[in-house]
Each structure stands twice: as C-alpha cells, then as structure tokens.
C-alpha cells in the first residue's frame, strides 16, 4: 500500500508542471467520525476538498482516486456497476451533485473518472465525498486514513497526503442479569407482558447498551435497516417456548421497559413520540438467521403523544434453537442509551433426564463475513462479536441495583452409614443486593458420583436448600468429595464449596456421633463458600453455557 501511494504521488508531481493555468489546488480534510470495531460497512466522515487558485466561473475536469489505509472499501454495488458514493461540488450557491461514478479498482481504492465542476466568481470551490464504507480494524482506538489523488493530466491537483475519516471503537456492550433455570414455568391464560410477570413466568434479561454515543441508529439514507440487535438462543429442551417483549422501550423513554431484575421498575415500557427522540426497539418478523430481512413490528407514526407496550413475540424454536431480531426505531444522536430485554420461558413439565445446557449470545447485526463492495449484502452489516460487560461503562456495576448472591451453611461434612437415609445439612441462599436473583445449584463430583440430593436446585431470591448425602446398600466405604455450586449469574456471582461424606458401615449413629438430620442450628463450624468471577463471566455470552434443569 505504501508503495502505491508512492506511485501516485510520483504521478501528481510528474504531472503537476503540464497542469494548464485553468487547474486548481485541493487541499483535503475529513471530520472524523467514530466507526464500529464490528462493522463491515461503516460510514466514514464526510472528506472535503478545498479548491482554489482557478479562473473565476472556470470550468474544472479531472480524476480522483481515492486509497483506504485501514480497511476494504465495502460499499453498496450499483446495477452500473457503480458504488453508492456520492460527490457533491459548492462554488458559493449550494452544493449540486457531481455526476461522475465512483468504481473500484482495488479491494481499498476507487476512482471517480471525469469530475467536473464549475468554480466561483473567486475562482474556488469546495468538493465533498460523502457515504465512503470501510470494514475498519478490529481493535478500538484505531484511526482510518484514506488519500485523495489526481492521477492523470486533468486540472485537479492535491498533495495526496492521507488523512484521517474516522477512530474505532466498540459498538455494542451488555450485561446479563443471570443464567436460565429450564424448570417448570406454565403458559398464562393471556400472553401479555404483565400477566407474564404476575403469574411469575421464568425469565431472565440483557441490558444492550452503546459503546459510544449514537452507535444505535435508526434506518436513514443509503441504508437497508437500522441497526440491529441478534439475539441467539441454543440448546433448550424439547417443549420449551420462548417469548420476549414485541415492542422494547429504552433508558431515556417514558417508562423503560424492565422485568424488575436489572435495577428499573416493571414495565412493559411507554414511548412519547414527538419529543426529541428516545431510544425504541422493535421485533423483526420473519428475518433470516443473520438478523437480515423481515419487518419491524412496530414503526413510530411521527405524530405526538404516549404509546403504551405490553405484548409479547414468541421466538420461534427448532431443536431448541432460535433467534430474536431487534430493529433501532428511533434513537438519540448525542446520548449513549440502553435497554433491557427480558426474555421469558415457557415449559409445562421439567425435561427428562437431568439437566439441560442452553446458551445465548448477542451480537450487532444483520451478521456477515462479506468485506468487498456487494449488491445483495446488508447496509449495515457486522461480524458477530460477543459484546463486553458494559457496566462499567455506565458505572453501575456495584451500584446495589443488581442481585448479589450470598450463601450460608453448617460445615458440608458428612458421616454416613451404608444402607441408611442418610443424613441432611440445610443451605441458606441469600439476594443481598437488588433485583431479582435466580439461583441454579449443582454438583461436580472429585470421587464417587451421585451420592448427593439438593431440594431444590434452582429459586428466586432467599431461599433454603436441603443438601442430604446418602450411601445406598452396595456402596464402597470410604471418603468422597464433591464441589457444590451455587450459581447467581454474571452480575450475582457464584459461590462454591466442597462437599466431604465418609460412608462406612455401622450402627445409625454413624461413626462420629452426628445425628441422621443435623443442620444449621446444630454445628458450630459454617462451610466456606467461595466466590469467583465478581462479575463473573459465568452465563449468557461468554465463559460455560447457562444450565437448564
């Protein structure tokens, strides 16, 4: 690349003494904008060429070619053959469209072939580029130089120097407010937001927030769709229904919509159209598997006035899996917004066969890998890239709003006699924060393996666990670990502890002397649960899939 832009550098000065006396000398320079470190096609600033130094009212003819440094050009391709890149030329009386195509020559050069434009009574002008798409790098912070050239005789002379049209940054970041617990959750009479909540439906939430200040748009000029939000669902069992707000409201609307687990009251969400725009997602029907086509459920009228939401979209499912579409709808350009969707499970009986992992993850979307210029790929578009936690962004994270898990219990030690009930310790889980916390229990075996019984393994908030240790008739004497865990999600935390039973044969005593039901109240020694990951990277979109069961 380097060295291209030395030939054409080379050209320009080898060609600038045969420039007739009519020419013109352009300097350029661009606003630079932010663009997604996910995006395939971002929009850099706008590039603006001063012009001066011509004959007054001269007409001006040239070429342009025009080099990205730090990413393909991947602009919309025209029927012409042309790419959707738009010059415009002001010489004091407004801006008029230059009527010359943009065409590529190379993955990260174009050529606008036979500008022309008129200059003022001045002899100046002033050309603008606008609407150039790049697949920028991948890492934050990093700046997209492009260059301007002549390359032919024409009268249009720049110095080719590069200059910078945008810095990189991460589009999109969230925060999960727990793992899914697949337990029985029956289907209301009435499948709306507030009769979901009231009869206590499983869910759990995302909060989608913005890397930076307008990185949701609405759909505007030379764009397919608004930003989009995918939102993938694998690995649930057989029977399960999936359902998540039609219509999501967000941080800077009327009444933001919220389940009550993520820090906001519960609302299904009001919107007030009219105002100065707030943040407004709506389900796509029917997209494809990368959050592409389909449409919106809900667009905003652009009158005025208070839209209240409270219906519910069931995602479809096969084999367990599916995927949920959000389109922006409206947006505020100078504030970083947020929103929370819940997402609510439906299942008339537990699954068969134990527990049952499922995952989701988030990306931007419509997702693609397509990083050339293309007739039929998405504007905008964006690889599938697993978003950051993004409370510390909005400087939350132990702010209260949130559930934090504790766990309290008598030593998890066990005396057991082979052949007998057992004997039982109880476990007190404990929400010291805000929120809603869901908890799953569950238990990695070191020796032995299902020597263990938990009731119940999963709940809302305080609750009391029965852990009991049994040896049934056959079993080897001897010692026997385990770990048990008790998992809050990513903003609880998990906390865990080990689990030791000695099993032996004997009287129903036992051999240490413990009664077959001790508890809490009866041992001074308290187990020591240990916590990890605070935040832990333990659930929806990163680190091990959330456990259904």
């Known amino acids: 690349m380097r060295l291209q832009l030395v030939g054409l550098m080379a050209v320009v000065a080898g060609c600038a003494w045969a ?13 630079p904008t932010i663009l ?27 070429e342009l070619t025009l080099i990205s440094f730090n990413g393909p050009i991947t602009n919309k391709l025209l029927a012409n053959g042309s790419l959707d890149i738009v010059m415009t030329a002001n010489s004091g009386s407004g801006e008029t469209i230059v009527n010359t195509p943009a065409t590529a020559t190379a993955a990260n050069q174009l050529t606008f072939a036979s500008v022309q434009f008129v200059l003022s009574a001045t002899g100046t002008a002033a050309l603008r580029i606008t609407n150039l798409r790049v697949a920028p790098p991948n890492t934050p912070e990093q700046p997209v130089r ?15 120097a590069p200059f910078t049209v945008g810095i990189t940054q991460g589009g999109l970041l969230a925060t999960y407010s727990t793992t899914f617990v697949c337990t029985q959750s029956p289907l209301p009479e009435t499948v709306s937001f507030p009769e979901f909540i009231r009869r206590r439906v ?23 769709v608004g930003t989009r939000l995918v939102i993938r669902y ?15 409201v967000g941080s800077n609307g009327a009444t933001p919509t919220s389940a009550g687990d993520l820090g906001l009251p519960v609302s299904g969400g009001r919107y007030f159209s009219g105002g100065n725009g707030q943040l407004l997602l709506a389900r796509v029907q029917n997209p494809d598997n990368a959050g592409a086509g389909g449409v919106p459920l809900f667009t905003p009228s ?28 409206d947006s505020v350009g100078n504030l970083r917004e947020s929103a ?33 210029p293309s007739a039929t790929a998405p504007v905008p578009r964006y690889q599938e890239i697993a978003p950051p936690n993004d409370c510390t962004a909005l400087g939350d994270c132990d702010s209260g709003l949130f559930p934090r898990l504790a766990v309290e219990s008598a030593e998890l030690t066990y005396d057991v006699i082979i052949g007998s009930t057992g004997q039982t310790r109880y476990i007190r889980v404990l929400n010291q924060g805000g929120g809603v916390l869901s ?19 999963n709940g809302l908030n305080n609750s009391t666990v029965r852990l009991d240790a049994v040896a049934p008739n056959g079993f080897p004497p001897g010692t026997y670990e385990a770990t048990l865990i008790i998992d809050g999600g990513p903003l609880a935390g998990t906390r865990q502890a080990t689990v030791r039973m000695v099993g032996n044969f004997g009287d129903a005593r036992g051999v240490s002397g413990r009664s077959a039901g001790a508890g809490v109240a009866g041992d001074a020694v308290r187990a020591e649960f240990g916590g990890y990951g605070d935040p832990v990277d333990h659930g929806w979109g990163g680190g091990p899939d959330p456990v259904c069961g």
């Open 340 to 372: 929370q969707v819940p997402t609510f499970l439906v299942l008339e009986q537990r699954p068969e066969g134990g527990s049952v992992r499922a995952s989701v993850s988030l990306s931007l979307g419509p997702v693609s890998n397509v990083a050339v």
């Open 146 to 160: 492009v260059a301007l050239a002549s390359v032919t005789a024409g009268q249009i002379r720049t110095d080719a």
């Open 202 to 224: 499983r869910f759990a939430s995302v909060r989608l927030t913005e890397g930076f200040s307008d990185a949701f748009q609405r759909r505007g000029p030379q764009t397919d």
């Open 19 to 31: 420039q007739p006396a009519t020419g013109v000398n352009c300097q350029a320079t661009a606003v």
């Open 36 to 62: 997604r470190v996910e995006g395939l096609s971002e929009r850099v600033g706008d590039m603006l060429l001063n012009c001066s130094g011509g004959a007054p009212g001269a007409t001006i003819r040239g």
């Open 302 to 329: 652009g009158g005025v006035g208070t839209t209240e939401f409270d219906l519910l979209a069931e995602v479809p499912l096969v084999n367990g899996a599916g995927v949920a579409v959000f389109e922006v709808m």
């Open 234 to 248: 694998a690995g649930f069992p057989a029977g399960a229904r999936v359902f998540t707000p039609a219509v999501v």
């Open 439 to 457: 908890w799953t229990a569950s238990v990695v075996y070191r020796s032995g393996n299902g020597w263990l019984r938990f009731d119940p393994d």
